[in-house]
């Protein structure tokens, strides 16, 4: 079965701590994983790929196919980093996405 | 704007009537894509159509649920006989090519009393 787990609907943490949003997928094949972020009161949009190996806002992910895994991290988390996180991923089936239950990140001053 | 739009915003509507949600996508977005998100579910999966060939709707879910995507640009999301399963936010999103790269609009809220 085709499956994204986020196991923390709720990650609280201070500025300038680290942070990591955990993400596990379940797929039969080679599929494409993604992080998009939804800020308050703004649309869903994509923060990285996992192709690309970049850093967007400071924010890496790695893929990590033996333990199936494509977790989020960032090593000094800002106040303007608060908002709800979906991890994502897109098949070999024209790349409609399979998401996550989510993440709300909460980054305290 | 240059983003992908969606009308209404909101709709509220009775148990039992039909509704039709719209979505602009993006221009040259050859891909476009309907989601719904709802407490509970999450985000899913609905409909999917890429230029000319069929639809992949093997996220619709039920016959109640129907799309339609006109001249390769503006799309519609038709909804019959209403539940009240059925509030969410429908969202739909665009892409150049059909990957996992989406633009998304800002949703339909839509309520059913």
């Known amino acids: 079965a085709q499956r994204v787990t986020q196991p923390e609907k709720l990650l609280s943490v201070f500025k300038g701590a680290p942070v990591e949003l955990k993400c596990n997928y379940s797929?039969?094949?080679?599929?494409?994983l993604f992080w998009y972020v939804q800020y308050s009161r703004q649309r869903l949009q994509l923060l990285l790929r996992?192709?690309s190996r970049e850093s967007i806002k400071g924010f890496t992910a790695d893929l990590n196919k033996g333990e199936t895994s494509f977790h989020l991290k960032k090593p000094f988390a800002q106040e303007e980093d608060s908002a709800m996180y979906y991890c994502?991923?897109?098949?070999?089936?024209?790349?409609?996405?399979?998401f996550g239950q989510g993440t709300e990140l909460s980054v305290k001053p | 704007g240059a983003g992908v739009s969606q009308s209404p915003s909101n709709k509220v509507t009775e148990k039992g009537k039909d509704v039709e949600l719209r979505c602009d996508p993006i221009?040259?977005?050859?891909?476009l894509y309907w989601y719904r998100q709802s407490l509970g579910q999450g985000l899913e999966f609905l409909i999917y159509f890429q230029g000319n060939s069929a639809p992949d709707k093997s996220g619709l879910p039920s016959d109640r649920f129907s799309a339609e995507r006109t001249g390769g640009s503006v799309s519609t999301l038709t909804i019959q006989r209403t539940q009240q399963e059925d509030s969410a936010v429908y969202l739909c999103?665009?892409?150049?090519?059909?990957?996992?790269?989406?633009?998304f609009g800002d949703g339909t809220r839509l309520s059913i009393l």
């Open positions: 221009s040259g977005h050859t891909a």
């Open positions: 999103a665009s892409s150049l090519v059909g990957d996992g790269s989406q633009h």
């Open positions: 994502a991923l897109s098949g070999n089936q024209g790349g409609k996405l399979i």
């Open positions: 996992h192709i």
């Open positions: 797929y039969s094949g080679s599929p494409e």
